[in-house]
């Protein structure tokens, strides 16, 4: 799809590379400049207790596939002269500098532009509010919102995966194809750029609009809901499956009751959504007494043939044995190891 592109990727840890990584999926020459001075990404050392040393870790494998990497020292005349090339003859330049090092390299959109008068100059920052700070994706969640909302009342939560630099790449990859399409009208230079602060707010979604709205503040609720029930209720089967309900409207649930065999005076008390956000409590000490009895083959077979949203709850291990899993994984040698990871292009185009 983008054979013809090409991606300078200078970035690090995880919303710049992976922004690399979904034009490389799809064709594109990316390389990955890192820093010769301080051994490259730091995520190439981000490794679990089990990896070895010396081996690439499984964090950078995650968003580091089919680029060509090029160790430079930025303050090296003669690396920089090489840089100044790349730059020259690439489409796109993806950064993530730290406050002020654009500048202090001459790497910003304005010295870019003047190397190449068609790039497009994509950068994430962290804090919009305030741009001198560190920005660690933990950090993010708690200070936009998000961990205030996740966990339980006895205990605070955050996303296993980095989940404000995933949602910033989206942001990044959404306003680069944009500026692609707008050079087909008109080929000049663009800035496409976000924070990570501003990502994780316009993220917020229903949550924001509970507030804005209803001046709602949702508390730490596990797995639930705030305006739906029951969603996101677990519940256990006679055979110890665990499994998640998703029950969104009415109708699924007066199905949901007869699939049970709720007695007719509990689903008239709990007939509408409202009734049973309010009385939650309730409700889901019914389902739990009523659902552990029943065989999680049974509960599962009848729900899917309802149309009622219901899962189990699954391990990673098993998620990735699956068979959709196994065809969604990539596998290239670096280094001379073996790396694998998961595509992150998900989409299918076809005319």
């Not at 799809?26 to 050392?45: I, Q």
């Not at 949901?256 to 309010?278: A, H």
């Amino acid at each position: 799809m983008f054979k013809d592109l090409k991606v300078l990727e200078l970035s690090s840890v995880l919303a710049g590379p992976a922004v690399g990584m979904f034009f490389s999926e799809l064709g594109a020459s990316v390389l990955k400049v890192e820093n010769k001075l301080t051994g490259g990404d730091v995520t190439r050392n981000w490794k679990l207790p089990i990896e070895k040393e010396n081996e690439l870790s499984a964090y950078f494998s995650s968003v580091n596939y089919k680029k060509t990497h090029v160790f430079l020292d930025f303050n090296s005349e003669i690396d920089r002269k090489e840089l100044n090339q790349l730059i020259k003859s690439c489409d796109i330049i993806i950064t993530n500098f730290k406050s002020g090092d654009e500048k202090k390299f001459k790497l910003d959109f304005k010295s870019c532009k003047k190397i190449n008068d068609h790039i497009i100059y994509a950068k994430i920052t962290g804090f919009k509010s305030n741009t001198k700070r560190v920005a660690y994706d933990i950090v993010l969640q708690a200070e936009t919102g998000y961990i205030s909302m996740t966990g339980n009342n006895k205990e605070y939560a955050k996303m296993p995966v980095a989940f404000i630099d995933v949602l910033a790449a989206h942001q990044i990859k959404e306003g680069i194809l944009t500026a692609l399409i707008l050079q087909n009208k008109e080929k000049k230079p663009y800035k496409v750029s976000t924070t990570l602060e501003e990502t994780a707010i316009a993220s917020l979604m229903n949550q924001s609009s509970n507030y804005l709205m209803a001046n709602h503040q949702s508390k730490p609720m596990g797995t639930l809901h705030p305006n739906i029930a029951p969603y996101g209720e677990i519940v256990t089967t006679i055979d110890n499956k665990e499994l998640i309900l998703a029950i969104g409207t009415d109708h699924q649930f007066e199905n949901f009751s007869k699939i049970i065999s709720l007695d007719i005076s509990i689903v008239k008390k709990f007939k509408t959504n409202p009734k049973r956000v309010k009385k939650r409590i309730e409700l889901i000490s019914i389902l739990k007494e009523k659902i552990k009895s029943i065989s999680s083959q049974y509960l599962l077979s009848s729900c899917l043939k309802k149309n009622i949203p219901i899962g189990e709850i699954n391990s990673i291990k098993k998620v990735l044995e699956s068979k959709l899993a196994k065809e969604m994984v990539l596998e290239e040698k670096i280094n001379n190891q073996l790396t694998k990871r998961i595509k992150t292009v998900a989409f299918n185009l076809t005319s």
